[in-house]
């Protein structure tokens, strides 16, 4: 087979100009950004006459007498479109009551009946309207009070599957309204089962298999692809080699809607019965065995058993090999093809993670694909750069909100197709698995030990390893199933990438050993923090996990913070203060996620007041409470305060005082409340003769402090307060080799 070169793409059309009221409005296709040429060639390819191509737009007209079969094949056959609209009317309107008529107008009696329902979108754009949603209702009410009953009943709204889908474009005082023919976004094939983390919109797939030149839109079936071998090493729910298989097989990717006959033009007043069973009856007589093969492969399991299930769905299981593996040890073994993939990135995968996942695919491309070419869809972000190879083209496109590169590679033919054990005898390579082979079985002993422990113990949260191994200097916590690591800050002699490349083998020899899905897996950097910087956001992915912990459920956010709301090493100090708290008033300062406030509940507080800065935490701390039973806020109170403040404010106003009280600090942090910022080697005793000053005599205090160089005023606290440091007793099991704080149980004096 002669190579294939990927094919130049034209450039980004410019916007279509503001519609006019003497141009009358036109069947429109709506597509991504960077797919315009290729939906172009499709509504071509069925019929469709005077293209106006526009930014994620196609207008296009049907040839005389045969308006209703273009506009049922652009539904069926476009695998590009995720909308086609038909044009019901383009009308001037100059205030909502004048588009309210406009719509009224309309006689809507042929398009619905009572019993159906009814959907409005709209898009405005420099008109007397600033709100899409009231125009969208204007538009609704002029619909559904036509049709309405002398009895009141009228048609219904749904957001999903509305009987009618409408859409309005209000551009300035020019006002046009569609009908959407597929009822639904065309992307949804309906062979899509199962649930996979961000899978790729089969629109997007469709047309970068187009971009890359495997796909030929518009060409007869034998010439409809390249004929290429197709490769997927990180395949997901196989999106690519699925849409790939029903291309080569000449499925139309409506055919599953259409079987169905549940949405879209099928469930039109005046749908043409007869035309669209010879449309399918035709679709159907094309559908021919996929010449392949098509090669797929994904790390997770999860993602295997789903690619295997939606291509089973999609009738193209037979034509289709899925393997679970390791990119990295995937060595084609047919002729040279197309590798086609989407790693993880962005939301899924942080920066320095995908920079090491990029270089890492890089150099497997160079290693074990000669000959082939290579369209790989990456997130447009520095990671990028760290390829190693250079791109015949770089694409723009965009995967949801995720601005991409498309990047289009060659790779030069080797004399001869590598082998497993010649591209792993690398001298780093070999360095590499002899460290990791010591850190597997290192986790894998310590795990053994903890995993029974922890069950004895009804724990879902423990931490598995802390530099154990000096050379490999990470902290792994154990969440119910899902891994939770980082990073500490320590010399080495590896470039950026390097180490990058390193830590991400290391999270994944860690995820593989301990049975973790690949996508359970996240990783911190842990530097030196001053300032409150273990609680500043670092993300918005909200990977939240509810676990157990001495019968109770405490939610972790494992995505967004350096720690995770709840920490493990304070274990046995929750423990403690749920003995003392029954039938006291306990005050929790410094409340953080409330983890202290629960356990105090739990073993029959009279009440609890949680304090804290920040609001997200006391949200937090509110949600752990209620998810335990203590929803009651006259018994379990949560307080936004600076703690220094809230203590010199009740005691001037000598209000009732505290019989337990837990103060577990930052070691430093700046509020805007505060004239000076907090450090706990300075201010500790102030703040405790504080406490001292809300507390019965008698009362009890449990402070501690994860500061290293801490030295505690045990001599100026002595005179109010009997202490006892309890750090050994406050030291769980999977702590047990470290100390991760100090603690002291302090006792108001009756004699001072």
């Not at 769905?313 to 993939?341: D, N």
């Not at 990791?436 to 029974?452: I, S, W």
């Not at 936004?640 to 005082?657: M, N, S, T």
């Amino acid at each position: 087979m002669p190579p294939v070169a990927f094919p130049d793409v034209p450039p980004d059309p410019r916007p279509l100009p503001a519609p006019s009221l003497a141009d009358p409005p036109r069947l429109t296709a709506r597509t991504l950004g960077g797919l315009e040429w290729v939906l172009a060639r499709e509504l071509e390819a069925i019929g469709a006459v005077d293209l106006r191509v526009g930014r994620r737009t196609v207008e296009c007209s049907a040839p005389p007498g045969r308006e209703r079969e273009t506009l049922y094949r652009a539904v069926l056959e476009s695998r590009t479109a995720i909308r086609v609209l038909e044009p019901l009317g383009r009308f001037q309107v100059t205030s909502p009551e004048s588009l309210y008529q406009a719509v009224a107008d309309i006689d809507w009696r042929e398009q619905l009946r009572t019993s159906d329902t009814l959907r409005v979108d709209a898009a405005v754009h420099d008109t007397f309207l600033t709100h899409s949603l009231y125009a969208a209702q204007v538009v609704k009410d002029a619909v559904v009070d036509q049709l309405r009953t002398p009895s009141g009943k009228r048609p219904g709204v749904s957001l999903r599957g509305a009987t009618l889908r409408l859409a309005l474009h209000l551009v300035g005082d020019v006002a046009t309204l569609f009908r959407d023919a597929a009822g639904r976004s065309l992307h949804q094939r309906g062979w899509r089962t199962g649930e996979v983390e961000a899978p790729l919109s089969e629109v997007l797939a469709a047309g970068i298999l187009a971009i890359a030149g495997w796909w030929r839109p518009g060409e007869a079936l034998d010439q409809l692809t390249s004929g290429e071998p197709l490769l997927d090493p990180m395949c997901g729910s196989g999106t690519f080699v699925i849409e790939a298989a029903t291309i080569a097989a000449g499925m139309a990717p409506g055919l599953w809607r259409a079987r169905r006959e549940g949405h879209g033009f099928f469930r039109f007043r005046d749908l043409d019965r007869g035309l669209a069973e010879r449309l399918v009856t035709e679709l159907e007589a094309r559908v021919q065995a996929p010449a392949g093969p098509f090669l797929a492969s994904d790390l997770d399991p999860r993602a295997v058993a789903a690619a295997v299930a939606c291509a089973e769905a999609a009738g193209v299981a037979t034509a289709i090999s899925v393997e679970p593996r390791h990119f990295e040890t995937v060595i084609p073994a047919t002729e040279p093809g197309l590798i086609v993939t989407n790693p993880p990135y962005g939301e899924r995968l942080p920066l320095p993670r995908a920079a090491a996942l990029v270089r890492r695919l890089g150099d497997w491309l160079v290693a074990r694909c000669g000959g082939w070419r290579a369209a790989i869809l990456v997130a447009d972000t520095p990671a990028l750069k760290q390829l190693g190879l250079r791109p015949r083209h770089r694409i723009p496109l965009a995967n949801g909100a995720i601005p991409c590169r498309l990047v289009e590679l060659e790779m030069r033919p080797r004399e001869a197709p590598p082998s497993v054990a010649t591209t792993e005898a690398s001298p780093g390579r070999r360095d590499f698995d002899a460290q990791a082979g010591d850190f597997r079985r290192r986790l894998a002993k310590r795990f053994k030990h903890l995993g029974k422990w922890a069950r004895r113990q009804g724990i879902e949260a423990f931490r598995v390893y802390e530099k154990d191994i000096p050379e490999i200097p990470l902290a792994i916590d154990w969440y119910a199933g899902w891994l939770h690591v980082a990073e500490y800050d320590r010399p080495h002699d590896r470039t950026e990438i390097e180490h990058d490349i390193w830590l991400d083998r290391m999270v994944e020899a860690a995820a593989s050993e301990l049975g973790v899905l690949p996508g359970r897996t996240f990783l911190k950097a842990r530097r030196r923090q001053r300032g409150g910087g273990q609680y500043e956001k670092l993300g918005d992915r909200a990977t939240t996990v509810s676990v157990r912990e001495g019968g109770l459920a405490f939610e972790v956010n494992l995505s967004d913070y350096l720690d995770t709301g709840l920490f493990l090493d304070h274990r046995p100090t929750r423990a403690l203060v749920r003995e003392e708290a029954a039938g006291k008033r306990m005050l929790n300062l410094f409340c953080y996620t409330g983890s202290f406030s629960v356990y105090a509940a739990a073993g029959g507080a009279a009440t609890t007041t949680s304090l804290d800065l920040s609001n997200t935490y006391l949200d937090w701390t509110r949600r752990n409470l209620t998810a335990n039973g203590f929803s009651d806020e006259s018994r379990h109170a949560v307080v936004r305060d600076e703690a220094r403040g809230f203590l010199e404010h009740r005691a001037r106003r000598g209000e009732k005082p505290f019989d337990l009280v837990v103060v577990d600090p930052p070691t430093f942090s700046r509020s805007a409340k505060s004239e000076e910022p907090w450090d706990v080697e300075r201010d500790h005793a102030d703040l405790l003769e504080l406490v001292a000053a809300n507390l019965v005599l008698g009362g009890v205090v449990f402070f501690s402090t994860n500061f290293r160089r801490f030295h505690f005023a045990a001599d100026r606290l002595g005179e109010r307060y009997l202490i006892r440091e309890i750090t050994a007793k406050t030291t769980p099991e999977d702590f047990r080799d470290r100390r991760p704080h100090r603690a002291w149980r302090m006792v108001l004096r009756a004699d001072r």
